[in-house]
């Protein structure tokens, strides 16, 4: 390819002639792909029309599409086979393109496609991509030939890509990120694959991909075995990076952009024919071969905008550690979600046609899973009336991407008293607030002005296990009882991982204190510790016969084998709580009044989500004991440990804690069965 750097032109005919024989895409070889090329190169030389949209659902045909175009000297105009018709008029509406190709179109014939020499021109604009713009309108970058090429051309320098590799495609190929997958694999002359039926060297993946696959054996053990794991689209958390490391996968972090033909920079490191800083603001600037010329706008190509040194500004925020750099977030209100650009305006205009809606808004919600989730919060204009969020997202669907959709909907009230207009940063923590009270079912019985205490449940418990306790304290505290995940009314579907967790209930309880009383009972005494060590400041850590930790890695993995598999010999709730509560830890509370009324509430609770607990929930997931009473003992806050005398196992642990009581005769659950007992104490520790 070195010769290539040199001409004005690409011989596009002898380069896929060398590689002839070679696979290119699942069965397809480089030869198959210039009969296609062919094909759709007579076909354009047929119109006068300069631009086309290419909206193919499959990779390889769009690919050939591209390059039928470029050496009949059009633009391809990417499109979404998604994409909607009203969307599609908005894109037109950006850049000059009247015809569109679909997969149904049926216009490619071989047998009257005329084998020709192929070359493509290196100079002027030969794709053009749509990318979110800070405007309500989408983007349209052009790239040229050279763009291309040299995206490409420096990623396989950086990561030495030969032809021995195979690439999976499982990015949209009308993005720049899937486009490029495309390119790398054309320019080494390797090959890709549609679906992972077999093993691949390189995968692109956005972090929620990249999560899912981790708590899938079988992809996880398809991933051990990749040479390169890109992760973009997103920034990766460190838990999830850690997570991932620690199962030994070769991660690439990425960063880069539509207008730099995707990647600028591999863990932090600046590729071949690229240039980047950081201005006095910490913004990045880049330049290079990489960067576009420009963008179409209202149909007009405007160029990109560079200072006199060449220097693109980018709207992300960033920094430079150990000579290398790092992605912060986006300044502009544009947010990435799943991998995707969300342009809040454009939605936010189509959400006010709908004839009941006032006013909307959609804002970006910090989340593990998606990176941001778009969260929409509107009013209505008649007084009184609602509006089901099904409605909402069904009006949408009509009208944009579906991965564009905001993931939920709340009617509200948005401007306070005195705004002409709502703040938008306001907005943002008020639909935090809404999407979190969303996610947890609670009890909140405030008494202004008063601090706070939080009580978490335990195991096949909810918050009402702490009604009564929570009541002796109504009157000097404010009191906050919470349903963890798979228990009572909170569903474990939007829970990814016991981080994903800490960090969603340590939000939401900051939405009532900075600093509470936190309260844990076995298992949710593990979540207050977990809590308070690394999430929360609270004022006071009591835990009820909770464990500090597991002893050994091995330990560990055996009690999340058995919590994974403790559920697999039930047929149906009643039969697991009749099981579960005869162990001798439980003996006072099973042959109790109590546990017959709680029993009927028990049996009525989907064991499903109980055994999906599990997997957040386990005590073999937590921290071991020693690094948790290490940090422990770095923390300034007092830690009170309550058991029971009868509890011989929680009973061990108290010779760890400065400050602990025990219940005379009690087991491993006084606040069930020594309530008055357990109350006098609490009343002392609170005092």
Not at 276 to 302: A, E, M, R
Not at 360 to 379: F, I, K, S
Not at 643 to 653: F, H, I, Q
Request: proline share 4%; glycine share 6%.
């Amino acid at each position: 390819m070195t010769a290539l750097k040199k001409s004005m032109l690409f011989d596009l005919s002898t380069y896929l002639n060398q590689n002839a024989p070679h696979l290119f895409y699942d069965d397809k070889t480089y030869a198959d792909l210039l009969k296609e090329i062919i094909a759709f190169h007579s076909h354009f030389l047929k119109s006068n029309d300069e631009f086309f949209g290419l909206q193919i659902q499959s990779p390889y045909e769009s690919f050939a599409a591209i390059l039928g175009a470029m050496a009949a000297g059009k633009t391809a105009v990417m499109i979404s086979p998604l994409e909607t018709p009203e969307g599609m008029t908005r894109l037109q509406t950006q850049v000059p393109f009247k015809t569109v190709l679909k997969d149904s179109d049926k216009l490619i014939s071989f047998s009257s496609a005329e084998r020709t020499s192929l070359e493509i021109q290196r100079e002027g604009s030969s794709l053009v991509v749509f990318s979110s713009g800070s405007s309500g309108m989408p983007k349209g970058i052009a790239l040229t030939f050279d763009n291309l090429y040299y995206s490409a051309l420096g990623f396989i320098e950086f990561v030495s890509q030969t032809k021995s590799d195979i690439s999976l495609m499982n990015l949209p190929h009308h993005h720049v990120g899937g486009l490029m997958t495309l390119w790398r694999a054309f320019f080494s002359g390797s090959s890709l694959i549609s679906t992972p039926k077999k093993d691949f060297d390189i995968i692109s993946l956005v972090p929620l991909q990249l999560a899912r696959a981790l708590e899938d054996q079988q992809q996880l053990t398809q991933l051990k075995k990749c040479r390169i794991i890109l992760v973009g689209g997103a920034k990766l958390t460190p838990e999830l990076h850690k997570k991932a490391t620690e199962t030994g996968l070769r991660l690439y972090e990425t960063y880069g952009m539509s207008e730099t033909t995707s990647l600028v920079c591999l863990n932090g490191e600046v590729l071949p024919y690229r240039e980047v800083n950081l201005n006095h603001d910490h913004f990045f600037q880049v330049k290079g071969k990489t960067l576009s010329p420009g963008f179409y706008k209202n149909q007009i190509f405007q160029p990109i905008p560079v200072d006199q040194e060449g220097w693109y500004k980018t709207n992300d925020v960033g920094e430079l550690k150990n000579e290398r750099f790092s992605f912060s977030h986006r300044a502009d209100i544009v947010f990435i979600s799943g991998g995707e650009n969300i342009n809040p305006l454009l939605i936010e205009d189509i959400l006010r046609t709908h004839p009941e809606i006032s006013d909307a808004y959609v804002l970006p919600v910090e989340d593990e899973q998606w990176g941001h989730r778009g969260v929409c919060l509107y009013e209505l204009k008649k007084s009184g009336a609602t509006l089901k969020e099904e409605v909402l997202k069904s009006f949408l669907k009509n009208h944009i991407h579906p991965f564009h959709i905001p993931k939920n909907f709340f009617q509200t009230e948005l401007k306070s008293t005195g705004q002409l207009k709502p703040k938008r940063h306001e907005l943002i923590k008020k639909a935090q607030s809404l999407y979190l009270k969303h996610l947890f079912s609670y009890s909140w019985k405030e008494k202004p002005l008063a601090p706070v205490i939080v009580f978490l449940h335990g195991f096949t418990g909810s918050k009402e296990d702490f009604e009564e306790l929570g009541n002796s304290f109504a009157k000097t505290y404010s009191v906050l009882t919470v349903d963890l995940p798979g228990h009572g009314r909170t569903s474990m579907q939007d829970f990814l991982s016991t981080h994903d967790l800490l960090l969603k209930l340590s939000a939401f309880i900051s939405l009532f204190s900075d600093s509470p009383v936190l309260y844990g009972y076995s298992m949710g005494g593990r979540v207050a510790l977990q809590l308070a060590l690394h999430f929360l400041s609270p004022s006071l850590l009591i835990l009820e016969s909770a464990g500090p930790g597991l002893e050994s890695k091995e330990e560990a993995e055996k009690r999340k084998k058995d919590d994974s598999e403790m559920f697999s010999s039930f047929s149906s709730t009643e039969e697991f709580i009749n099981h579960w509560y005869k162990q001798d830890l439980f003996q006072q509370y099973f042959i109790s009044d109590r546990f017959k009324t709680d029993r009927q509430m028990k049996k009525l609770h989907n064991l499903n989500e109980w055994q999906k607990s599990q997997a957040i929930f386990s005590q073999g997931v937590f921290p071991l004991k020693n690094e948790n009473l290490k940090e422990l003992q770095e923390k300034s806050f007092p830690v009170f440990y309550i058991y029971g005398s009868e509890d011989l196992k929680y009973k061990a642990y108290a010779p760890l804690f400065e400050r602990s009581y025990e219940i005379k005769g009690a087991s491993h659950n006084p606040h069930k069965t020594h309530l008055a007992e357990l109350t006098t104490i609490l009343k002392t520790i609170l005092k």
